[in-house]
């Protein structure tokens, strides 16, 4: 999710009769529609002394020179008799039309000679809070709220301004009312609250997720229909919303006014993707599906059932390639047969969120066969301790760093409820609630090299990727240890390749320059049909892992970057706004990088840097290159 500029860009917005933005959501127009902003010639200006020099605004009446932040007219206006409350003839103030057009200097002088902070005014009868929330200007919000304003007043629709910071999707400014102690779960007039009128009216997983994350209640009724966000999220077909709130535990058996349940509603508007969502959540927590109740209970030994799942599939694969029926069809029918299973198991007793072990437990299984298929097949022809030893201190290391780079984690950001808020505060009252220095998601400041995984759903500090066969990020405390980890699989699917080739050479009778490719490769398949499926396996592991090491030794020790940061700097390449890519204040040299990325000392010969990611956040450590260089 990103949000909108909160800085001061101008914004005007003319004196006609739609001076205030109307809510029109129900109708799916845009927010430029919504504004109807008609009058082209009054449009936004970056600087009022620009203005200047091509209109002489001595002449201008104080609404428009307060529109155009034109403050020496505005002083001299008002030092002339004005009456700053009174307002023009729309009933709109001149606080409204400084906070709409985020003129934070007149806010301040008009406070200062007595403007009433929550003066009612416009045909929504809003206050200039309401106004500069709808414009989603975050730093006028926090100077009115700073000067008194009461976030809580309605305005004629009934909205809070958090119900207009939530429609218009002004999240920075939602973040900081919740931050200032506004009550999440305020109802409007009509008794919806902030995550009702999310799920009701703005299709997607933003702001529901958003706002749920901020502990919003999934299960709260309006006072209208008795309607939890769930019958509105159907009622509006928002598939994504609905697919947050499963997710955060929103009672699909919920009654409203009119006795119907979110899945009862579903099948009346017919909606087979919502209805399919709500009928695998309300199975899924029934208690008469006690085989589902039990697989649930082990859901903490997904990864070890999965485990054994990929064992079973591999071998189960090998050995109907390995039957002594000469009939293909037989063993064509048997793996079809096997697939289908596997995926009926899958869609039946595998959870979205189990999907992402799916590749680790793969990996597992067939170094799980790679090591059996050494000791059982390939010892016998290779007793020499010249290839045991090497295989074994191979595959040690490749169990060991694994268990390293799982347990060690990657570095997950991760602060109190308290520091959240603190931080939200601190952030937007010196206007930098950015997306670049605060996650939306984790509500937390964000360091340097950070990023949030989508995945995970959390924020990894010098986050480099999420490695699918690892189900975990690779960040600033566990790279090394992936990286370790790579080399040492690729030595065991190297020592595989030589076993493989020394089996065929002694138990298969055939030879490439004796009877040419396709006879060698149906001899070699007639040979050993077990062997070739785990040559396959190791060839197909071989590949990424090759790819993956590479990758990472060039990134790391050579341009002193993560894979996001490059990345996105190809990216920028593209656009023309790349500063090369060993130009960067991270890359210290090839042998610097390497004794920084393993923090070896060599017996005092190195002096590594030691640089806590989960805590920097300026660029006060040395810098020997390209200085103000910044990943976007």
Known sequence: MEWPDSGPECQLNCPHEHHEPHKQESQGNSREEQYNNSDQATSPVEHHSDLAFMEDYSNWDIIKATQYGIIERCKELIEAGYDVRRPDKENVSLLHWAAINNRIELVKYYVSKGSIVDQLGGDLNSTPLHWATRQGHLSMVVLLLKHGADPTLVDREGFTCLHLAVQFQHMPIVAYLVAKGQDIDTPDMNGQTALMMAASRIIGPEPTRFL?????????????????????????????????????????????????????????????????????????????????????????????????????????????????????????????????????????????????????????????????????????????????????????????????????????????????????????????????????????????RSKHCLVCDLCVAKYDHHCLWIASCIGAWNQRYFVAFLFFLFTVVIWMGYGTIVYWSLHCTTSYEKDGLWLFLTQIISCSPWIVWIFLLVVFHSSWVTFLLLNQLYQTFYLGLTTSERVSLIKRAHTGRSLGLKQNPFNHGCRQNLVDFFQCRCFGMCTPNRIDWTRQYSMDFEQPRANGFQFV
């Open 212 to 448: 749920i994350k901020l502990h919003a209640s999934v299960n709260a009724v309006d006072k209208v229909h008795r309607n939890t966000p769930l019958h509105w999220a159907v009622l509006s077909g928002n598939v994504a919303a609905l697919s947050a709130l499963l997710d955060a535990g929103a009672n699909v058996e919920s009654i409203n006014a009119m006795g119907e349940t979110p899945l009862g509603m579903a099948q009346q508007n017919q909606n087979p993707w919502i209805i399919r969502c709500l009928l695998d959540a309300t199975i899924d927590r029934s208690r008469g599906h006690f085989l589902l109740k039990v697989l649930k209970s082990f859901e903490k030994y997904k990864i070890i059932l999965l485990f054994l799942m990929a064992v079973a599939v591999i071998w189960v694969t090998g050995y109907i390639a390995d039957m002594e029926s000469d009939s293909w069809l037989l063993k064509g029918i048997l793996f079809v047969s096997t697939w289908l299973v596997i995926q009926l198991m899958i869609r039946r007793f595998i959870s979205m969120q189990t999907y992402s072990y799916i590749p680790l437990a793969f990996l597992t299984a067939s170094l799980f066969w790679m090591v059996i298929t050494w000791f059982i097949r390939f010892l016998p022809d290779m007793p020499e301790s010249d290839f045991q030893i090497p295989f074994a201190l191979s595959i040690t290391g490749c169990i060991y760093y694994f268990y390293k780079t799982w347990t060690a984690g990657p570095g997950y950001l991760q602060v109190p409820e308290q520091e959240q808020n603190r931080t939200i505060v601190t952030l937007a009252e010196a206007d930098c609630l950015d997306p670049r220095v605060f996650c939306t998601r984790c509500l937390i400041r964000k360091p340097l």
